[in-house]
């Protein structure tokens, strides 16, 4: 086949991976490039569909990349860290305002459910 064949079925390839994102059309638009490469250096059909079967042999590494990306950081950041944690209500929370101390900072809290309303907790006196 000729290379701008490859390179067509290339293009093709990669914007159908641009409309669905499932990284398998893109691992083809690769496969497809690297066979109008191949095909471009005047090597013959056998070649080319050597070529494009190792290049295809890419589609391996999908599903390792979908298990890669489902899984949940081992590491949570930021305001995602606070979640679970226990906070002391510093100011009443109502639906409209309210202020927390969550991991020794100060933080604006507001009730979920509107009706709720969450007291300020007591607080021990403190030694002087």
Do not use: C, N, Y
């Amino acid at each position: 086949m000729p290379w701008f064949v490859w390179l067509l079925a290339a293009a093709a390839l990669g914007v159908a991976e641009f409309f669905t994102l499932t990284l398998v059309f893109g691992l083809l638009a690769g496969a497809a490039l690297v066979a109008a490469v191949v095909a471009g250096v005047g090597i013959g059909l056998l070649g080319q569909l050597v070529a494009l079967a190792a290049a295809a042999g890419l589609v391996i590494v999908r599903p390792i990349a979908l298990r890669h990306m489902a899984q949940q950081p081992l590491m949570r950041e930021g305001s995602d860290a606070l979640i679970g944690k226990r906070a002391e209500v510093m100011q009443e929370a109502t639906a409209t305002r309210g202020l927390i101390k969550l991991s020794g900072e100060e933080w604006s809290a507001r009730a979920l459910d509107e009706s709720l309303v969450t007291e300020e907790a007591a607080r021990p006196p403190t030694r002087r």
